[in-house]
């Protein structure tokens, strides 16, 4: 079983061109999956089938996890059988009838223009870790880049003279994405600056620098993020993903077009995308509720 395993983790990283993150979460994922089957004396993966699988499903849901961290599980282990299936390491693939739990949905939480404002004036730029921050922060703001994109941002990859940046993202997909002047303008401080600081004696071709002069990681951005979030009094969790979704919500709300957003995002399916409407009209109704003369409820009905 661990030499299978083994392999489709060498098979996720070097034929899908799966993300860091993916291959992570996967890992984890499956082998849990596995501690389950181990516990419940399956020695074989062919052994595996639909009613093992509910008990599977159940048992996760009797630990606590939510619906979103079942639906994950199940999708890696439904990729996982796929695999063996083509492999032909298995016959029947005992996943292939398996329903999702239904996920609630949520609209994507976002930060106001004046949060923003708030959030990127918090970095001190004078030191050339505020100066690293502030362009960080302008860069996921102006270009709604996913976090695992920003950090593996190299030197090359930036064009402070057209503002474009060039990225690689999911599956291993290679798009140009903007960045207006102001985090232009903060990139160029912190190259110019804070990067040689940082950098010091070291050789390295990362845009975002740790202390230390290596790449910054994605779970420093979290952490910089909340730190700034607290100095700029926003009282939520605000995180890099809140970002990309802000990106997206302020370009509908001025009038962008979904499928120019869609491409900028990265999203492979427009329904995707979608999401973002629904965030737009809901501040749109919002707006009408307090800024509509006739739509404002009356403190006081007039006396009969």
């Known amino acids: 079983m661990q030499e299978v395993f ?7 990283e070097a034929e899908r061109n799966a993300s860091p993150y993916t291959v992570r979460n996967y ?16 020695d074989s993966l062919k052994e595996v089938d639909k009613h093992i699988l509910r008990d599977y499903l159940s048992y996760v849901m009797e630990q606590g996890f939510v619906k979103a961290s079942i639906a ?21 693939n005992p996943v292939a009838t398996a329903s999702s739990p239904k996920l609630d949905k949520r609209l994507p939480s976002f930060l ?52 474009e940046i060039r ?15 102001p985090a232009a303008r903060a990139l160029s401080d912190y190259l110019s600056q804070g990067r040689p600081k940082l950098l010091g004696k070291k050789g390295s071709s990362a845009l975002l620098l740790n202390p230390d002069g290596g790449r910054l990681s994605g779970r420093r951005v979290q952490t910089i993020l909340g730190k700034y979030a607290n100095i700029a009094g926003i009282d939520r969790r605000v995180h890099p993903h809140m970002l990309r979704h802000t990106f997206a919500t302020h370009l509908l709300d001025g009038g962008a077009d979904l499928r120019v957003v869609q491409e900028l995002l990265g999203h492979a ?18 707006v009408y509720l307090s800024a509509h003369p006739m739509a404002k409820e009356k403190d006081n009905e007039p006396e009969e």
């Open 6 to 12: 083994n392999k489709y983790i060498n098979y996720l």
């Open 27 to 42: 890992t984890t994922d499956l082998l849990h999956f596995f501690q389950f089957l181990k516990a419940k004396g399956v």
């Open 72 to 92: 994950r599980k199940l999708s890696a282990i439904r990729s996982f059988y796929r695999y063996l299936q083509r492999e032909e390491i298995i016959s029947t």
């Open 112 to 163: 106001t223009i004046n949060e923003v404002e708030r959030l990127l004036e918090a970095p001190d730029s004078s030191k050339p870790q505020g100066q690293r921050d502030r362009a960080l922060m302008e860069l996921l703001y102006a270009s709604g880049l996913r976090v695992s994109e920003l950090v593996s941002l190299n030197l090359e990859q930036i064009n402070l003279d057209s503002c």
């Open 167 to 181: 990225v690689r993202g999911k599956g291993d997909k290679e798009r140009m994405v903007l960045m207006g002047k």
């Open 269 to 286: 399916s427009l329904s995707s995308t979608q999401i973002y409407t629904h965030v737009t009209q809901s501040q749109a109704r919002k």
